[in-house]
């Protein structure tokens, strides 16, 4: 028997439900608002997006989105919370990556990744390096040297053990051949100051968190983390171009607890879909320096599963405890 709560089912049986589901995911329609569980505080980057994105759905089902903000523990506390509740559709939630995928990896955590059912991915934020404006290092490359003839001496900071940013740097070490020096912050905007004060020579940031300050003329990016240049970034060559193959950043979108009704699924998919092509709000997640990239659930699921190999193997090869 196939289990019930479940990321992943069979590909036959995905394609039966996936098509029958197309056909009656119009009719769905919540009777009562719906709960938007944030796992992480008010203010910060991802409320701002998901407070944005949930006042657009809601002119599209005609009910309210209400953002329950439920912070803690690296958002394990909110996801916990999203994979307790009733799998109706009522109650969704912010999903984040890496934390998402890696709590579980790390710790004996409240919530498995199959808890999850994905609804539908509205961002892809880059990661990047950041140094000063009078950095001498110019690109990777000169990062890549000074590194190598000081091993363990140059610092960078990122936005904890275990974010994207740390776990991106890793990965960079490993291509280099040597260590640079972590020092965790608990957000960007300290990461930046920190930077900016000389207290560390290297940023580990998203794109979305340093190009204000960028444009700006406060920092410079020596690369992103992106498959392909980021729009708004495209005087910025990615680690690819540069010979690096590192390719990471922060994945945030929706999900709802397993066990979900797909026709509830694919309508809430569809929602986001017409809320990511409204100019209106396209112009929003630009002003918030948003990169946007929809991925519908069956995608969603593919790329969430395809990251739990991925740091499932380097967790095993190269724990970040540090």
Do not use: C
Request: hydrophobic residues 45%; charged residues 20%; proline residues 7%.
């Amino acid at each position: 028997m196939l289990p019930r709560r479940s990321l992943v089912a069979a590909p036959a049986l995905l394609g039966v439900i996936a098509a029958e589901a197309r056909a009656s995911s119009a009719n769905w329609q919540p009777d009562r608002p719906i709960t938007m569980i944030v796992a992480f505080a008010a203010g910060g980057g991802t409320d701002v997006a998901a407070r944005t994105l949930a006042r657009f759905m809601e002119r599209e089902l005609g009910q309210s989105v209400v953002v329950n903000n439920r912070a803690g523990a690296g958002g394990e506390i909110g996801w916990a919370e999203l994979a307790r509740a009733r799998p109706d559709g009522l109650t969704i939630g912010f999903i984040n990556t890496p934390n998402l995928v890696t709590i579980p990896i790390e710790r004996q955590a409240r919530y498995k990744l199959d808890d999850f059912s994905p609804i539908a991915n509205v961002v892809d934020d880059p990661g990047g390096f950041w140094v000063l404006p009078d950095s001498p290092w110019r690109n990777l490359q000169d990062l890549a040297a000074a590194a190598r003839a000081a091993p363990g001496q140059i610092a960078y900071g990122s936005t904890g053990v275990g974010s994207d940013d740390h776990l991106a740097t890793l990965t960079f070490e490993r291509a280099i051949g040597t260590r640079l020096l972590h020092v965790p912050f608990n957000g960007s905007s300290q990461v930046k100051n920190a930077m900016l004060g000389r207290q560390i020579h290297l940023a580990a940031m998203n794109m979305g968190e340093g190009v204000g300050d960028f444009r700006q003329g406060q920092i410079r990016p020596l690369g992103q983390m992106a498959t392909e240049r980021w729009a708004n970034t495209s005087d910025v060559p990615t680690f690819r171009e540069q010979g690096f193959d590192v390719v990471d950043g922060s994945l945030r979108g929706l999900a709802a607890p397993a066990g979900t009704p797909q026709p509830v699924l694919l309508r809430l998919a569809a929602v986001v879909k017409s809320v990511m092509e409204n100019p209106e709000f396209v112009a929003l997640a630009n002003q918030q320096q948003l990169p946007l990239r929809f991925l519908d659930p069956d995608q969603h699921r593919a790329v969430l599963l395809g990251m739990h190999e991925g740091y499932s193997r380097m967790w095993r090869e190269y724990p970040w405890r540090d």
